[in-house]
């Protein structure tokens, strides 16, 4: 069976949601044709021209990387800059880059819950859940007989999925009351008089990205010139997406002994810290890559410490005066753990599809900085 890079995709919205993503990133196919064959997948951090050659050399053809290539839209296309020169070297070998960043940061088992796992955290839930809504609730109204139609009209294009099911809905029967005006076609009843009629009110829920082809679906199917429906955003009570998590350790630790048992659960030699390493944790949240932008919500919660990378100065002394703690244990670390488990999973799903394609972990990257 030949496996095209669209199969992968889906594979991949599958895993990691585009709908998971920061409004600011740039997620998704980076260079490529959905089209190309797909036999061999390299799962790194950073789509470096290092990566980009050494995948060429090895007969890669997609390279699926957390941080995209491109963040900004390219004004030109220029062979001598970083971005060019990558550009130019995947086009002549055919190899694809796809990009998994805030998405993975955010779904279900991605790097957010790898990194909380790793540090020994239990019972998690979601720090920053989506400040959006992603599903809402399609309530429509039909007259007896032709709900089965309708049924079939909103499952075939999408409704009533969730994380397990499909074909989800509820309905109820009813009265709806009418008068058509002067220039209507009514399906019943006539023009000028008031009419009642037997309904279904049929409900289920829709995924944002398919609630436009939804409703185009039932307007194609549904009898009524005017069709009645209702839309309801929908808002998880804790969602189980989102930035950051925020969970308990099995049992209390100064901030000294979390720090170093965090150094030895993800092999760093060095870490910052900041905070009385006295202190005792009990409660720990977690942002993988740059957390600054998760302190507030680090502060409103009641964890005690908050680990990430990319912490300033100014954030560790806020940190301290609040009776609080921070550990910095780098961008690269707190993300480069998704790696192993990012390939496996992918692995795993396309195997179910019968694909047979080749996922494999690059394990040679290293940080950018080191400490002297």
Not at 46 to 69: F, K, N
């Amino acid at each position: 069976m030949i496996v095209s890079l669209r199969d992968i995709m889906e594979v991949m919205e599958e895993i990691a949601p585009a709908s998971l993503a920061q409004s600011w990133d740039n997620i998704g196919l980076q260079v490529g044709h959905h089209g190309w064959r797909v036999d061999k997948i390299w799962v790194a951090l950073d789509p470096t021209y290092e990566l980009v050659d050494r995948a060429c050399l090895q007969g890669v053809s997609l390279l699926i990387t957390h941080h995209p290539l491109i963040y900004n839209p390219l004004a030109s296309v220029d062979l001598e800059t970083s971005t060019g020169s990558i550009i130019q070297a995947a086009l002549e070998k055919k190899l694809a880059i796809f990009c998994a960043h805030t998405n993975l940061d955010s779904a279900i088992g991605g790097v957010n819950d790898i990194l909380a796992e790793k540090v020994g955290l239990h019972d998690t839930t979601v720090l920053k859940p989506p400040d959006y809504v992603d599903q809402y609730k399609l309530v429509v109204f039909v007259p007896v007989g032709y709900e089965e139609k309708i049924l079939d009209a909103l499952f075939e294009s999408g409704a009533g999925k969730t994380e397990k099911y499909s074909h989800t809905s509820f309905r109820t029967k009813g009265v709806g009351t009418f008068r058509p005006g002067l220039t209507a076609k009514p399906f019943m009843g006539r023009v000028g008089e008031i009419s009642h009629s037997t309904e279904y009110r049929i409900e289920t829920l829709v995924r944002k990205k398919d609630l436009l082809r939804v409703i185009r679906s039932l307007e194609r199917t549904h009898p009524y010139e005017e069709m009645a429906y209702d839309i309801y955003p929908t808002v998880a009570e804790k969602s189980k997406v989102g930035l950051g998590r925020i969970g308990n350790l099995g049992k209390d630790l100064t901030l000294e002994a979390f720090a170093q048992m965090i150094k030895g659960a993800l092999g760093l030699d060095t870490i910052k810290v900041a905070g009385d390493p006295r202190q005792m944790i009990g409660r720990a949240a977690v942002c993988s890559g740059s957390g600054k932008g998760l302190l507030q919500d680090f502060f409103a919660s009641d964890a005690q410490v908050f680990v990430s990378g990319d912490l300033g100065y100014h954030d560790g002394r806020k940190t301290e005066a609040s009776g609080r703690a921070l550990i910095d244990i780098g961008h690269f670390a707190s993300e480069h753990l998704v790696l192993e488990s990012l390939a496996a999973g992918l692995k795993n799903s396309l195997s179910k599809r019968g694909y047979a394609v080749e996922v494999y972990a690059y394990a040679q990257e290293r940080d950018c900085f080191y400490y002297l």
